[in-house]
């Protein structure tokens, strides 16, 4: 088979840059490792920056988002029984939307098929040759029967656990890695949520996020050891514990039910360079990890898709390739400052295991400074919102 740009993986990244090539007429196909099934039943991000609202609108692919995401102003931090919102609307004039990767990928898969676009599942075996010549392929097994993609360019949209990244020769590729000293356990459940707004809940048992996808599905987090599997806590726990987090009005309101899915998350900030090799370009998790407090894994990924996108389309369509050649560079600056907000806000709001109490007491000062600077809290607001591509 032939194609112009081989995409490896059907995650967000994948799906979303082989839908913008298709509007400008580039052909991609999509090779996937899992089933559609088994991708749409990942229950991730649930925060939509601008940047990402408007490449799905660009991608055709907004009508259900526009209609059914809900569109937040801002959000509400509490430490202890102390609770405050830094308002993104007022502060800075812009919002956030409350939409889910599962819903994203949903459209995504729809476009694409209704395009008659390809996307191959349950590949195996990915092997990407020569991406630093002229003439790169791909080879796979589906079904045990060997296939052969050659291709202009590659994307490695496969995730931090994908082979792309390991494509990259170790002296080419430099790593950076901080591992955080715990989890997230996260519960789905449908019951309304506690709260119009998210929660970012600081407290002296770890940190608690409330979230939600809809009036009726509410997504909620709480700091947990990484030493915990799902099977440990029940929901009965799980509710109690959170009901300990967050500030106690809320936790009177709250309306707890059976949890619809259950699963642990390890906290990681993680960003390999370059983002290019030849012709192989990394976007979204194969380049680089955030710790999901800031709302910024699918975001990211977005970003490197809007710089991939255009770089491509000025390439087939003017013949200049000064996009392409700045791809690595443009994605990681931004990607740098996304790991830094991230991290800030993972360092502000959670325990850490060795932390003495002065460490606290510069926790519950800058908390409170947050509370009180406008100054902070536009910093804090432009950071969430997204900063611009
Ligand atoms: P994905 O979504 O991991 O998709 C990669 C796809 O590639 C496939 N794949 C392969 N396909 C072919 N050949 C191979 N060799 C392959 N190896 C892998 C995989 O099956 C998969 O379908 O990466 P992508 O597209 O870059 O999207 C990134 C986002 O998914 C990610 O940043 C966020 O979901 C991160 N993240 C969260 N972000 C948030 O903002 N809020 C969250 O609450 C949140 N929760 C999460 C998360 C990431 C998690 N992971 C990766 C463990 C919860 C979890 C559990
Ligand atoms: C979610 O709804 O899953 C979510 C929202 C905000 C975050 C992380 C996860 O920072």
């Known amino acids: 088979m032939k194609t112009q740009v081989c995409i490896i993986g059907g995650g967000p990244s994948g799906l979303l840059l082989s839908q913008l090539l298709h509007r400008k007429g580039i052909d991609s196909i999509v090779l996937e490792r899992k089933t559609k099934d088994y991708v749409l039943g990942r229950i991730r991000a649930g925060i939509l920056e601008k940047g990402m609202l408007h490449l799905m609108r660009e991608a055709g692919v907004g009508e259900r988002m526009d209609r059914e995401g ?52 349950n590949v195996d075996q990915v092997v990407i040759h020569g ?97 915990d599997s799902p099977d440990d806590w029940t929901d009965e726990a799980f509710w109690e514990e959170l009901k300990r987090r967050i500030p106690s009005d809320a936790a009177d309101r709250l309306v707890t039910g059976p949890s619809i899915e259950k699963s642990i998350a390890p906290l990681r900030s993680f960003v390999t360079e370059p983002m290019r090799w030849g012709r192989l370009f990394l976007c979204g998790d194969a380049a680089h990890i955030v710790p999901p407090t800031g709302a910024k894994g699918l975001n990211t990924a977005a970003s490197d898709i809007h710089y991939l996108y255009h770089g491509l389309t000025q390439f087939y369509h003017e013949g200049d390739s000064a996009g392409l050649d700045g791809y690595s560079e443009k994605a990681l600056a931004r990607i740098w400052k996304a790991e830094r907000f991230s991290w800030w806000m993972t360092s502000l709001l959670h325990r850490f295991p060795d932390q003495s109490e002065f460490d606290l007491k510069m926790q519950r000062a800058e908390i409170e400074f947050l509370r009180t600077n406008k100054a902070a809290q536009q910093a804090m607001a432009e950071n969430y919102v997204g900063l611009p591509y």
């Open 70 to 121: 809900f569109v937040h102003e801002g959000t509400v931090i509490s430490y202890g029984d102390e609770q405050f919102t830094v308002n993104f609307k007022d502060t800075i004039g812009e919002t956030v939307m409350v939409y889910g990767q599962t819903e994203v990928t949903r459209d995504l898969y729809a476009a694409r098929e209704a395009a008659g676009g390809q996307i191959v599942f």
């Open 131 to 227: 991406a630093d010549s002229d003439a790169p392929f791909v080879t796979y097994d589906v079904d045990g029967d060997p296939q052969r993609i050659d291709c202009d360019y590659v994307a490695g949209c496969d995730g931090f656990h994908g082979v792309s990244r390991q494509t990259i020769p170790l002296d080419v590729r430099k790593e950076y890695e901080k591992v955080y000293p715990f989890g997230w356990l996260g519960i789905l459940s449908e019951t309304p949520p506690v709260h119009e707004e998210l929660i970012y809940a600081s407290s002296e048992r770890g940190f608690a996020l409330c979230s939600m996808r809809n009036d009726n599905l509410s997504r909620y987090y709480i700091q947990c050891s990484l030493s």
